[in-house]
């Protein structure tokens, strides 16, 4: 796929590793033509867009308006037409959402999430939770709110060959599924 990163959005600076990164990911959740995806902190659409081959529809919500105008010009220029996104808060927009979710990408900044949003996230009530994180700290964090859930996998990722630096992806399903 072809992205275009304005200066105020965020992209993974190595580009090799985050394909990578994302196949990984996707790769986790199993997804199929039925499944309802949402990624919260879409950033400029990268899992999103990727995810929308293997789902029925795709909701990106990112609080950074250039972001979002990318992830939609992004959508647009790869003719992706399953893929929505929406600049908003991600807890305020899943509060308000009505539509079943059946799994969310969650790939915050390094302070992680609010316990807010993780109550929030856990209202939601997704059949799975992939959560990649650039900070083992608050990921293990942010994950302990998840009581209704269950680790199924972790993949490290090393995005910064030669530094202590790592990504984490982690698979939640939903107990009793």
């Known amino acids: 796929l072809k992205f275009r990163i304005s200066s105020k959005s965020f992209f993974q600076v190595n580009p090799v590793q ?9 790769n986790m959740a199993k997804l199929n033509m039925e499944s309802v995806v949402l990624d919260a902190c879409c950033g400029t659409g990268t899992i999103a867009l990727l995810a929308a081959k293997y789902a029925k529809n795709v909701i990106g919500v990112e609080i950074s ?17 399953n893929a929505q996104f929406y600049c908003n808060d991600a807890e305020q927009f899943m509060h308000s959402l009505d539509e079943k979710i059946d799994c ?16 929030e996230l856990k ?17 293990v ?27 984490a992806i982690v698979l939640l399903q939903k107990l009793n599924s």
């Open 65 to 81: 308006e250039s972001s979002v105008r990318d992830a939609r010009y992004n959508a647009k220029v790869n003719h992706i037409g």
């Open 141 to 167: 964090r942010d994950l302990r709110i998840l009581k209704n859930y269950t680790i199924k996998k972790i993949v490290p990722c090393d995005m910064f060959p030669m530094t202590p630096h790592i990504e």
């Open 18 to 26: 985050a394909e990578k990164l994302y196949r990984t990911a996707i």
């Open 123 to 139: 209202r939601l009530e997704p059949e799975k939770i992939v959560y990649i994180s650039c900070n083992p700290e608050t990921q």
């Open 104 to 119: 969310v990408f969650l790939d915050p900044p390094r302070s992680g999430m609010t316990y807010s949003f993780m109550s």
